[in-house]
């Protein structure tokens, strides 16, 4: 059997072809997380067995090897899963919760391993010592290798949330967490999970609530045409409407509340992002709301008592009735300040509609903030004059950052999505591609950044979250994971992203302390520092960008640290 202790940011695969570098030493601060990974492999299949349990594989006839971590540090230990990326290479990503696990030849045993560091453990170095045993099913174990790792811990503090300053936006995909689950939408269970999901994204500074005030506002991404992958991806509004006997129409926000409460209680309440009543897309083959008097075809679903059915809002005056309900309900929370009315890529035939349906929204209310992320640079000119928080896509942000930094100066936010190839948060992306976003959203000069799936599962994410695959890289729709015990998994990839976020913090504080001296460790850092030359097309990457080592970022943090340090 052969042992590796790796850099946090390693990611194995099926296709791997070259032995792993490894490390002697993580440093961490307080307030913050060591983190390392542990592989294994004889190109057999094995189990694996974290601590002194029980646990015998499907087939008895395999070899049982047990793990044992010891260290004075606190130490947590999971699993690393493996999805299908490009080419039929698996990747691993989701940490598990199960402290057993069977792996193939084919793959390393992959096992994360962090050391939460909090204020209260003193600076200094802390021996840890891997030991792993090996049985036959009854028999005795017995130690077959040891590896050691030295955790240094530094004495930098960070503070209680670093991600404070920092504007991550991860649109949330509530009615995709209830179906994923299997529990009734807007549920007890459900909020359960929406908890869940808020203090996942609090932890790595999210500010942003999506609400869904329109139903199906994405018509579920094309999920009733592509059929490569079953998906179901509809997202449902969180407002109840009905329409009395006596024709009045009248809003039932409990729903929204609670997701707001929830939300908020976990500490996401920056920003309020309401989706489904400006540039709702309209795909080829969805029936609409074909007579509804409004340039766009919103879709808001009533119960009618006179009736008894279920119908859709189609007279000017009901929706602009509705409209203005749910505005007023906003202001009557005291929040209205924090509302941002959001469209998601408008497109150049749709810029006329898209100007006569926010002429009828301030015509209800002309103090409505506009949000509206951009993929195209035609419309992003178009449109800029009106819209109060830009986000623009990678492309779009590296050829305009400038220019609305001084129109939009701290409203913007830049995004990646589908694309660029690089550097990106796919499934098959080095991983510290992730971790770079911290320093993009810096270098651009943004208040944060933006990404549109945190859950947007396909309807067998525990085993494969592949949909789409033409128009979607893998590992787009999500960055957490669905677990069979009722609870969220995270990735290596969002463990990048907390990372990245620390090195956004720590950039501020070295900037503030020494301006010119920081400015020349990102350039030496970025080698390329003119954003103009980072993409050859829209699509497409400069390839000789981006080319950090893990060895790369830990000089580069050191760096950083030196500098705060002259600062206290």
């Not at 009734?184 to 942003?208: V, Y």
């Not at 006569?356 to 640079?377: G, N, P």
């Given at each position: ?14 296709g ?35 601590g ?39 990747f691993a ?30 600076a ?40 404070k ?5 991860f ?48 018509k ?169 928080y830009?986000?623009?896509?990678y ?22 999505c ?56 893998i590992?787009?729709?999500c ?58 097309d ?31």
């Amino acid at each position: 059997m052969k042992a590796f202790v790796v850099h946090e940011s390693y990611k194995a695969t099926t296709g791997f072809n070259s032995v792993p570098v490894e490390i002697e030493e993580v440093r961490v601060s307080q307030n913050s997380f060591g983190a390392c990974q542990l592989l294994f492999h004889d190109g057999r299949k094995n189990h694996f067995i974290l601590g002194k349990e029980f646990s015998i594989a499907d087939a008895i006839e395999i070899p049982l090897y047990r793990i044992e971590i010891q260290s004075d540090l606190p130490v947590k230990a999971q699993f690393v899963e493996y999805y299908y990326g490009n080419q039929d290479i698996l990747f691993a990503d989701k940490l598990i919760d199960q402290t057993n696990r069977t792996y193939s030849g084919d793959r390393f045993a992959s096992l994360y391993v962090e050391f939460p560091i909090s204020e209260d453990i003193s600076a200094g170095d802390y021996p840890v010592t891997i030991k792993l045993f090996r049985s036959q099913l009854t028999g005795k174990d017995q130690l077959v290798l040891t590896k050691t790792l030295k955790v240094t811990v530094n004495d930098h503090a960070f503070p209680a949330d670093p991600a404070k300053a920092f504007n991550l936006n991860f649109w949330q995909q509530p009615s995709n967490l209830a179906r994923s689950f299997d529990v009734p939408l807007w549920s007890e269970e459900h909020f359960r999970l929406i908890g869940e999901m808020a203090s996942s994204l609090a932890a790595i500074g999210q500010k942003a609530v999506t609400v869904i005030a329109g139903e199906i506002p994405w018509k579920g991404w094309f999920n009733y045409i592509v059929k490569d992958y079953p998906a179901n991806l509809y997202e449902y509004s969180m407002i109840r409407v009905k329409k009395t006997i006596a024709g009045q129409l009248i809003c039932d926000f409990s729903i929204l509340d609670r997701y707001l409460d929830c939300m908020f209680a976990a500490g996401v309440d920056q920003e309020i992002d309401v989706f489904g009543l400006l540039g709702v897309w309209q795909p080829p083959f969805f029936p609409l709301v074909k007579a509804l008097e409004h340039p766009e075809k919103l879709v808001i679903r009533y119960y009618n008592e006179a009736e008894e059915t279920m119908d859709f809002i189609q007279q000017k005056a009901d929706l602009q009735e509705y409209l203005s309900q749910v505005f007023a309900h906003f202001k009557a929370l005291g929040v209205w300040d924090k509302v941002r009315i959001v469209s998601d890529e408008p497109k150049v035939h749709e810029i006329a509609t898209f100007n006569a349906s926010l002429a009828e929204l301030k015509a209800i209310d002309e103090t409505i903030q506009i949000k509206v992320a951009f993929d195209k640079e035609d419309v992003l000119q178009q449109l800029l004059p009106q819209i109060d928080y830009p986000v623009t896509s990678y492309y779009c942000t590296c050829n305009n950052y400038e220019a609305l930094n001084q129109s939009h100066s701290g409203k913007t936010q830049y995004y990646v999505c589908n694309y660029p190839d690089k550097p990106n948060t796919f499934l098959h992306s080095p991983i510290l591609e992730t971790r770079l976003q911290g320093l993009l959203a810096h270098h651009f000069k943004t208040n944060g950044m933006l990404r549109w799936a945190y859950n947007c599962w396909p309807e067998n994410a525990r085993e494969d979250i592949r949909y789409n695959t033409s128009s979607l890289p893998i590992g787009d729709l999500c960055f957490i994971y669905p677990s069979n015990s009722g609870h969220l998994l995270l990735s290596l990839r969002y463990k990048q992203l907390q990372r990245g976020i620390e090195d956004f913090y720590l950039i501020k504080q070295a900037e503030a302390i020494m301006p010119e001296q920081t400015a020349q460790l990102i350039n030496d850092f970025l080698v390329v520092t003119d954003p103009k030359e980072w993409m050859l097309d829209s699509h497409t990457s400069n390839p000789t960008v981006f080319h950090q080592t893990f060895s790369d970022y830990e000089r580069f943090r050191q760096s950083l640290l030196a500098i705060v340090q002259t600062g206290k």
